[in-house]
């Protein structure tokens, strides 16, 4: 039988380029919890860890959660130009740190950052074509619970971020994506920002950051 001559040369030239996702949303919504658990499946991300003055809770360890220094360093890290961008969060100063987004990127690897909403919309304007993803939690009373759970919060600063909750709500049309993040449902949530990388890697018109 005689072989066509079929050239099995792909058609299509596809390079997608790596992301850039930018994990936000109310304090309590469960940020950390969804970190955490696509670090022990080992999901292939680099994790950006977020620089503070916050002191550090019991539970949490130093460049893990977040890389904690005194407000001085932090200060420094302001005038070299080391932070992508900084705020002032309930009285603490957050930042995110430059190079480790710039080397990930650089290494063709998908990257995400844990960051508040006032921070990503600072973000937004440094790198508007970075994948903005906003977690919630079903309702308000839920944020609530999942607050005092934590207990570590005083009753002032609950208060505070329970009534910040909804400036936080109002910034929702600045995120590509909304994921809900129902209580006992975080495999849920998994599968959700596993659906939205794959969407973003289907996309024709790759999205491009210059830092």
Same mark, same amino acid.
């Given at each position: 039988?005689?072989?066509?001559?079929?050239?099995?040369?792909?058609?299509?030239?596809?390079?997608?380029?790596?992301?850039?996702?930018?994990?936000?949303?109310?304090?309590?919504? !469960? +940020? =950390? *919890?969804? $970190?955490?658990?696509?670090?022990?499946?080992?999901?292939?991300?680099?994790? /950006?860890?977020?620089?503070?003055?916050?002191?550090?809770?019991?539970?949490?360890?130093?460049?893990?959660?977040?890389?904690?220094?005194?407000?001085?360093?932090?200060?420094?890290?302001?005038?070299?130009?080391?932070?992508?961008?900084?705020?002032?969060?309930?009285?603490?100063?957050?930042?995110?740190?430059?190079?480790?987004?710039?080397?990930?990127?650089?290494? !063709? +690897? =998908? *990257?995400? $950052?844990?960051?508040?909403?006032?921070?990503?919309?600072?973000?937004?304007? /440094?790198?508007?074509?970075?994948?903005?993803?906003?977690?919630?939690?079903?309702?308000?009373?839920?944020?609530?619970?999942?607050?005092?759970?934590?207990?570590?919060?005083?009753?002032?600063?609950?208060?505070?971020?329970?009534?910040?909750?909804?400036?936080?709500?109002?910034?929702?049309?600045?995120?590509?994506?909304?994921?809900?993040?129902?209580?006992?449902?975080?495999?849920?949530?998994?599968?959700?920002?596993?659906?939205?990388?794959?969407?973003?890697?289907?996309?024709?018109?790759?999205?491009?950051?210059?830092?």
């Amino acid at each position: 039988m005689k072989k066509s001559g079929y050239n099995s040369e792909c058609l299509l030239d596809i390079d997608p380029k790596p992301l850039l996702l930018v994990l936000s949303g109310p304090s309590g919504a !469960g +940020k =950390d *919890a969804v $970190l955490a658990q696509l670090k022990e499946i080992r999901f292939p991300l680099e994790f /950006i860890v977020t620089t503070t003055t916050r002191p550090r809770r019991c539970s949490e360890t130093d460049g893990i959660e977040y890389r904690f220094v005194s407000e001085e360093d932090f200060r420094k890290m302001i005038e070299t130009n080391e932070l992508l961008e900084w705020a002032n969060v309930y009285g603490n100063l957050y930042g995110v740190p430059r190079q480790p987004v710039k080397q990930a990127l650089a290494e !063709g +690897k =998908d *990257a995400i $950052l844990k960051i508040d909403t006032q921070g990503a919309a600072t973000i937004k304007k /440094i790198l508007p074509k970075a994948v903005f993803i906003f977690l919630t939690p079903l309702s308000k009373e839920d944020l609530a619970d999942r607050l005092r759970v934590r207990n570590s919060e005083s009753v002032s600063d609950l208060e505070l971020r329970l009534k910040t909750v909804e400036e936080e709500m109002k910034q929702l049309p600045m995120f590509d994506y909304v994921v809900v993040n129902e209580h006992g449902q975080i495999d849920r949530v998994i599968s959700d920002i596993k659906a939205i990388i794959t969407t973003e890697k289907l996309r024709v018109t790759s999205r491009e950051y210059y830092l």
